[in-house]
């Protein structure tokens, strides 16, 4: 199994430019997860989506948009990049819908925003 | 909202010798706390979690200790090895919360051989 898997791996945008991550778990899991990791600040939650068809904000949402294509796939875009989104995306999902359950993360796709 | 804080933020240990990393949180309705290890250019991986009605548990060289009383709860790696050279990053969360998985902001453990 792969896991968690994002895609790229690496970019490089100019700022105003717009990009989507995208991210795809072939564990069957119902819940989705988008962190950014910023040194010295932890993980914090950009977007998440309990189940398909549904979508939430999270601690950081702006300047962010996602979609839940289905239960696989879950995407992040970035409409008009900015260098304050430099950062290393990561991508998790789990398998309930609780505070309860492990989540299981992707190697992360390093963006910069010059 | 939930506030969790990590100490220390980096700990170099020498091989074989034991490394604890220490977090507290502000929340008392949190009743989960995993521990996550980040290896360099990957993503975090849950190493042990620990749910608020048990005060201890161990998984070989790792354990974890709650106390819900202060709040705080703490990783234990004995016989420490190079391979254990890595951020943990521990947190906490609310069963009815799923969106509230709060991190702490992470210690850069490095074992010298």
């Known amino acids: 199994n792969a896991g968690v898997t994002q895609t790229p791996k690496f970019q490089v945008l100019k700022t105003g430019q717009s990009m989507t991550l995208q991210c795809a778990q072939d564990m069957n899991h119902n819940s989705m997860y988008w962190y950014r990791q910023d040194p010295g600040m932890g993980l914090r939650l950009i977007y998440y989506s309990a189940s398909e068809g549904t979508t939430d904000k999270g601690e950081v949402p702006n300047g962010y948009n996602v979609s839940r294509l289905n239960k696989r796939e879950f995407s992040l875009r970035l409409e008009s990049a900015a260098p304050s989104q430099t950062s290393v995306y990561f991508c998790?999902?789990?398998?309930?819908?609780?505070?309860?359950?492990?989540?299981?993360f992707g190697n992360g796709t390093r963006l910069t925003v010059t | 909202g939930e506030n969790v804080e990590q100490h220390p933020s980096t700990l170099s240990v020498q091989e074989g010798d034991s490394a604890v990393i220490k977090c507290t949180y502000s929340d008392s309705a949190s009743n989960y706390f995993p521990w996550y290890k980040q290896e360099l250019g990957k993503g975090p991986q849950l190493i042990i979690d620990i749910r608020s009605n048990v005060g201890e548990k161990k998984d070989q060289r790792i354990a974890v200790t709650l106390n819900k009383t202060a709040k705080h709860f703490s990783l234990h790696i004995t016989e420490t090895q190079p391979e254990d050279s890595a951020v943990y990053f521990c947190a906490a969360s609310k069963k009815t919360s799923y969106d509230k998985v709060i991190f702490g902001p992470g210690t850069s453990l490095s074992v010298i051989p």
């Open positions: 998790a999902s789990s398998d309930v819908v609780s505070g309860n359950s492990p989540l299981h």
